[in-house]
């Protein structure tokens, strides 16, 4: 195909980071009514370099498209307000109009394992001690704040077309679950062969001496770009070893949910949920 003529997206999954994302694509990659990004997490519209690639360039990550009636990427970076505030005008600009998915969990645990992961991969920005990162004004701080996010979507593309659904719903019952979502698409149930539950987090690492050498050669961006990611989670495995976990005080809660719990609990008293579904005191 001539990716001039491919589609852009007609939804996308905004946000956000640990919250079963990866399953939910995965699930659309399966679904005959769904033609979705080849690149997860692409980011395009989030990230200035990726998006000075131009259209014609994110278009060929949809090359695949066989007429299918939604077609859609999931990045967590674009429901960032603080971090990324111009990737939704640019979705707006270049898209048109939209549905944006926009999937939430209990903020804590979910900013502990969003921590985790993200040391993981090499993120050097973030304090190596969790009760250092979830007092400090920083992107997993930003991403915690839900319904500032949230309404940001709604008044852009209309309250119509934002749907906010519950990780804890996913956990529950995924069939009802992705039900939900297939009327939001309005594209027919569909029910993958197998419980999809991909990319959970395990235990805190940290790196070996080549990974440090890597690090100070400043080789670890350059070789992350270019390598595919089943090449990456392979590198994580030999380069990182298990540590011992880093407990999270009960101060550390209690400023984090300072800075993002009551944010939290009005987005749950708009969805018409108990704010006890969360622990937010």
């Known amino acids: 195909m001539n990716t001039s003529l491919a589609p852009l997206p007609n939804f996308f999954v905004v946000g956000t980071a640990k919250c079963a994302t990866t399953s939910l694509a995965q699930f659309f990659e399966q679904h005959p009514e769904v033609c979705f990004c080849r690149v997860h997490e692409p980011n395009f519209f989030a990230f200035d370099a990726s998006y000075a690639k131009g259209l014609d360039f994110y278009r060929s990550?949809?090359?695949?498209?066989?007429?299918?009636?939604?077609?859609g990427e999931?990045?967590?970076?674009?429901?960032?307000?603080?971090?990324?505030?111009?990737?939704?005008?640019?979705?707006?600009?270049?898209?048109?109009?939209f549905k944006a998915l926009y999937v939430v969990r209990d903020p804590f645990p979910r900013a502990i394992s969003m921590w985790r992961e993200m040391?993981?991969?090499?993120?050097?920005?973030?304090?190596?001690?969790?009760?250092?990162?979830?007092?400090?004004?920083?992107?997993?701080?930003?991403?915690?704040?839900?319904?500032?996010?949230?309404?940001?979507?709604?008044?852009?593309?209309?309250?119509?077309?934002?749907?906010?659904?519950?990780?804890?719903?996913?956990?529950?019952?995924?069939?009802?679950?992705?039900?939900?979502?297939?009327?939001?698409?309005?594209?027919?149930?569909?029910?993958?062969?197998?419980?999809?539950?991909?990319?959970?987090?395990?235990?805190?690492?940290?790196?070996?001496?080549?990974l440090e050498i890597i690090r100070s050669l400043g080789l670890d961006e350059?070789?992350?770009?270019?390598?595919?990611?089943?090449?990456r989670k392979f590198a994580r495995m030999i380069l990182k070893r298990d540590t011992r976990e880093i407990a999270v005080s009960d101060e550390t809660r209690s400023a984090f949910l300072d800075l993002v719990g009551e944010d939290c609990g009005r987005l749950l008293d708009r969805l018409g949920r108990e704010r006890s579904i969360w622990n937010l005191k």
């Open 222 to 231: 350059p070789l992350r770009k270019i390598a595919p990611e089943r090449l």
């Open 61 to 71: 990550r949809y090359s695949h498209f066989a007429g299918e009636p939604a077609i």
């Open 119 to 210: 040391r993981d991969a090499g993120n050097q920005r973030l304090p190596a001690d969790p009760n250092k990162a979830l007092r400090q004004a920083n992107i997993i701080v930003d991403s915690s704040r839900y319904d500032t996010q949230i309404r940001r979507f709604e008044d852009a593309l209309g309250e119509d077309n934002v749907r906010v659904v519950l990780f804890e719903d996913f956990v529950a019952d995924p069939t009802s679950f992705y039900q939900t979502i297939c009327d939001f698409l309005e594209i027919s149930a569909f029910v993958p062969d197998e419980a999809i539950h991909a990319n959970k987090s395990v235990a805190q690492r940290s790196d070996r001496p080549a």
């Open 74 to 97: 999931k990045s967590w970076r674009y429901s960032c307000v603080g971090t990324h505030p111009e990737a939704l005008p640019r979705m707006v600009n270049d898209c048109g109009a």
